[in-house]
């Protein structure tokens, strides 16, 4: 999209889209991977022992808050679900900021249900 057509659609001013501009730069590039540790072979019944590895790619740094009056570190959230149950398993807060841009968590052993199939989701949320 050209600028002045941005201009008249956002109908905002040239220092608010420095600042847009600014943290869409800033906004972090992370890598969520996970992997099951108990092998090949898990049944209904089972407990399962998941191991989600995050990894920034982008630069760490104080995250971009304008109208806080100091320094902040960034801070999130590691959500696992099982979306067809709909239920919660570990909410967990992460810090990457220790550990050059990576992160291992081991979430406490998950209990799959007998007579129905789970849906594992892993998100990290700001």
Request: aromatic residues 6%.
């Amino acid at each position: 999209m050209k600028d002045d057509e941005r201009h008249e659609l956002l109908q905002i001013s040239e220092s608010q889209l420095v600042d847009i501009d600014r943290f869409c730069k800033k906004y972090p590039y992370i890598d969520l991977t996970y992997d099951v540790l108990n092998g090949g072979n898990v049944r209904a019944g089972d407990n399962v022992n998941l191991q989600v590895t995050l990894e920034q790619r982008s630069e760490i740094g104080p995250v971009l808050a304008l109208r806080y009056p100091k320094d902040k570190e960034e801070g999130w959230w590691l959500v696992v679900g099982d979306i067809k149950s709909n239920q919660l398993v570990v909410i967990k807060r992460v810090n990457l900021q220790g550990s050059q841009g990576s992160s291992l968590i081991s979430p406490p052993l998950l209990k799959l249900e007998r007579g129905s199939t789970n849906s594992i989701s892993c998100v990290i949320l700001i």
